[in-house]
């Protein structure tokens, strides 16, 4: 069979003909149509990623045909090794279920005693107001409008503006600040 050909559709005064079609018209190379692979698409991707919900590990590998992605809460996961009580989730990876969370670390309460290697938090957390500036830090101070700094006050506000003849000084001028005003033309 020889490679298919384009070709264009025109009237007799050479204006190119648009023939409508539909989905259920345009074939695919397995002899369905477009149609029903986009409504086959659709299927396959619409709603949510599967999760199962189980009794026990038993019920869980019993499950069909499991897809990569479907998720499965396994109420008792008792029978997996890893889990001591309660319940577990999984991740089908495609060849396996995973476990990716347990109920019993859902209410997990854990006390600053029980956490080990925090011996570098605690000692940050005792120099966390040491700094070889402290001076300077503890000597400054804010109020309002002004900040003073080892007892030089500094104001806040815009330090310069240049404004047309006749304009209005900004609001936001530091008291100390300066205006130029454009002077008019003479």
Same mark, same amino acid.
């Given at each position: 069979?020889?490679? /298919?050909?384009?070709?264009?559709?025109?009237?007799?005064?050479?204006?190119? #003909?648009? $023939?409508?079609?539909?989905?259920?018209?345009?074939?695919?190379?397995?002899?369905?149509?477009?149609?029903?692979?986009?409504?086959?698409?659709?299927?396959? #991707?619409? &709603?949510?990623? /599967?999760?199962?919900?189980?009794?026990?590990?038993?019920?869980?590998?019993?499950?069909?045909? /499991?897809?990569?992605?479907?998720?499965?809460? =396994?109420?008792?996961?008792?029978?997996?090794?890893?889990?001591?009580?309660?319940? @577990?989730?999984? +991740?089908?990876?495609?060849?396996?279920?995973?476990? +990716?969370?347990?109920?019993?670390?859902?209410?997990?309460?854990?006390?600053?005693?029980?956490?080990?290697?925090?011996?570098? =938090?605690?000692?940050?957390?005792?120099?966390?107001?040491?700094?070889?500036?402290?001076?300077?830090? !503890?000597? +400054?101070?804010?109020?309002?409008?002004?900040?003073?700094?080892? &007892?030089?006050?500094?104001?806040?506000?815009?330090?310069?503006?240049?404004?047309?003849?006749?304009?209005? #000084? $900004?609001?936001?001028? !530091? $008291?100390?600040?300066?205006?130029?005003?454009?002077?008019? @033309?003479?």
């Amino acid at each position: 069979m020889s490679d /298919p050909i384009k070709v264009l559709l025109k009237d007799a005064s050479g204006n190119l #003909i648009h $023939p409508e079609t539909d989905a259920t018209q345009v074939k695919t190379a397995d002899g369905s149509n477009v149609e029903a692979k986009l409504a086959s698409l659709q299927t396959a #991707i619409s &709603g949510k990623v /599967p999760c199962h919900i189980v009794n026990d590990i038993a019920a869980r590998d019993g499950l069909e045909s /499991p897809k990569q992605g479907d998720l499965c809460w =396994v109420k008792d996961a008792t029978a997996d090794e890893t889990v001591s009580t309660g319940a @577990a989730q999984y +991740i089908y990876d495609g060849s396996a279920w995973v476990k +990716i969370a347990e109920a019993e670390s859902l209410d997990l309460v854990v006390n600053w005693a029980d956490i080990q290697g925090k011996e570098a =938090v605690e000692t940050a957390m005792a120099k966390a107001h040491e700094h070889a500036n402290a001076d300077i830090l !503890n000597g +400054i101070s804010a109020s309002g409008d002004t900040m003073t700094v080892n &007892g030089k006050t500094y104001y806040s506000g815009r330090m310069v503006a240049i404004i047309e003849n006749g304009a209005e #000084i $900004p609001a936001d001028m !530091n $008291p100390n600040g300066i205006v130029f005003e454009k002077a008019a @033309a003479v």
